[in-house]
């Protein structure tokens, strides 16, 4: 904010990194090479995330990676100012970070370029595993891992970085079995156990800096480098001490990485398979048995952690993984990377591995689809207690454990707490509004005592398949612990109301759909039952009724002449507890019907959802005089490019005493009705935060922005 309020001849100095995007206006984006030293003109802001109970917290990621702006690369304009024009500098700067990014750039080609003609599903996996380049991985394949929990195998994790040092550790000790001069008197002094880590250390930091050197990688090597130090004096009887040892390291240097789930779940993943008996110990079978075992143990304890952390437990996960792991580990991943290797002297030798390993990914992901399609491939358990968890998790320590107190029965009933989850409970008349932080767009889940409604599921961002439905609103419907939808309302087709609908309906159950949307709408085709959303449909759940005031048959028989903001369903929830009016994007002539044929009779609400996000268009005098609301809530982006809410709609309602809530200063929030008791409304952004989280609200006396 500073730097914003800074004259345009002062410089801003920005300490960290900052992350840009770059769209499909600007030619010159796809020519660059990584060095290369540019004059941008660009628009930054902080990096300021939403905010839902149970999502991603980007501001934390933003602390933990050094980011300290976010922005975009401004368009070109015809006849503006040299010095605002996107232009590429002579010379190319150079460094160890530099070359490394050359490096990954290069191989990213090569695999397109061999690759070209193959699954391009496929070709994004594999250019994945080579060099960490997630986006490659197209978000329905993402989805697709997260359900059948093998997403970790698909990021470059500890288990890539291990295996790396594990082929560099094999290759080390083979070596030294070769007569070479000076063997004898260098074996003499070192031991070849110790040459073999010193070797295969370094290989593992080479890859994960090559790999774009992401926290998962850099915990692996320093757990690597604590082990072989532990090689290097001897210290290797037990693998605990070790394992301690590279938790106290990996904290130290990353006192970050213990507020995130990775660093639990691959702790907890070694111990578990310690537990029941590290490789080389006595009473272990073959081979095979041993890894069913370690998969049985690690499927096991990621039980609680995967409900605490995501609120859902991937059940087909060991089935999954059992599939995934030999087939990623021993097959996909050393051929590609062995053929991106080989890419680099030879674009014709290295084509064989890399198909290969192309043919592999395709099974594997066939394989994985019908995994998918098995029945409960997802047991939901919503957000559980730090109680809940402490149970879980000595519940499955004791199932693991070979000296257990108790049987493996009463051990693992420790979990049902966790398993079962926990939920707001409702009585008849009771209800409950929950607002979604999804940036500018629409999302409201409206609770009763046995149903649900979610009205309006967010916006997409661009690429195919990728919006608030799968990105936030499907994460944070598992973390409330919601597996079903009673009805998805969309109130039009504007993409940042309709936009995540797809995907929902593709992850969770929904009886029925009610909306505006015109004949022949692709969402229409959806295999829901679908109800047009009409003025006078109405009907109670739980002792709460629900009654669709707008759009009327007019504006539904003419849709091609009527915009889609006029034809937005507007809904009025009401009970003996409270009532709340979900408006879309209705502007002043809607606004104005709807005073007409209702009244305050019919419009006055506790809560209103202010129309159009706050648009200058919206929110007339007399709406607000009519409906008087105590409570209006806005739903918009940070610092959004409409720049809503409007000042002068902030101003009207300020001056009728109406408290303004803002998603964009509040992040999500939750209103609950009960008859006989204030409304509680809690923020997610302002309530207890944490010292990381952005404040975003102006300051006493500013202006709405």
Known sequence: DRCQRAAASEACALTG???????????????????????????????????????????????????AAVGYVRRDRAGADARTVNTLLGGVEAGPMIAIAQARLRAEQGIDQILAEGDPRARGVVTALVTGRQAAIAPPLWDLFNRTGTSHLMSISGLHVTMFAAMALWLAR???????????????????????????VPAAFAYAAFSGWG?????????????GAAVRMGRTGR??????????????????????????LSFATVAAIVAVGAPGRPGLGGGWREGVRAQWAASLVLVPLAGFWFGAIPVAGPLANALAIPLVSSLITPLAMGGAAIASLSEAAAWLPLWIATVATQALITALG????????????????????????AGAWLVLTPARPVSRLAAAALMLPLLTG????????????????????????????????????????????????????APWL????????????????????????AELVRQFAVAGMTSSLPEGHALRSLPVAHETCTRGRHWQWDGVRFEILHPGPEEIATPGKVRSNARSCVLRISSPAGSALLTGDIEAAQEAQLVRLYGNSGLGSDVLMVPHHGSGTSSSAIFLDTVAPAVAVVQAGYRNRFRHPAARVVARYRARGIELLRTDHAGAMAIRFEPGRRRHIVRARTDDAPYWRIVTAPPVGGGSH
């Open 17 to 67: 990194h900052i992350r840009l995007g770059w769209y499909g206006h600007a030619p010159l984006a796809a020519t660059l090479w990584p060095g290369d030293r540019l004059r941008l003109n660009v628009r930054l802001k902080r990096p300021v995330g939403v905010v839902n109970p149970g999502g991603f917290d980007r501001e934390r990621w933003a602390l933990q990676q050094g980011v």
């Open 174 to 200: 083979r070596l030294l079995r070769l007569p070479w001069p000076g063997a004898c008197a260098v074996l003499g002094r070192v031991a070849a156990p110790t040459l073999s880590w010193a070797l295969a």
């Open 215 to 227: 926290v998962p990688a850099q915990r692996t090597c320093w757990m690597l480098l604590v082990a």
């Open 239 to 264: 693998l605990e001490p070790v394992m301690a040892l590279a938790a106290a390291v990996v904290t130290l240097l990353d006192p970050w990485a213990v507020t995130s789930s990775g660093f639990w």
């Open 370 to 393: 019908w995994v998918d399609a098995l029945p409960l491939v997802l047991w939901t358990t919503g957000s559980s207690s730090w109680t809940s968890l402490v149970l879980a998790a």
């Open 422 to 473: 926990r939920g707001d409970a409702f009585v008849d008349g009771q209800w409950s509004m929950q607002i979604i932080d999804v940036g500018q767009g629409t999302a409201v889940l409206v609770r009763t005592g046995r149903h649900t409604l979610l009205y309006d599921t967010g916006p997409t961002y661009g690429r195919e398949g990728e919006g608030a439905g799968d990105r936030i609103i």
């Open 478 to 501: 598992r973390h409330q612990g919601i597996h079903r939808l009673d009805r998805l309302v969309l109130s039009h087709e504007d993409r940042d109301h309709s936009g995540g609908a």
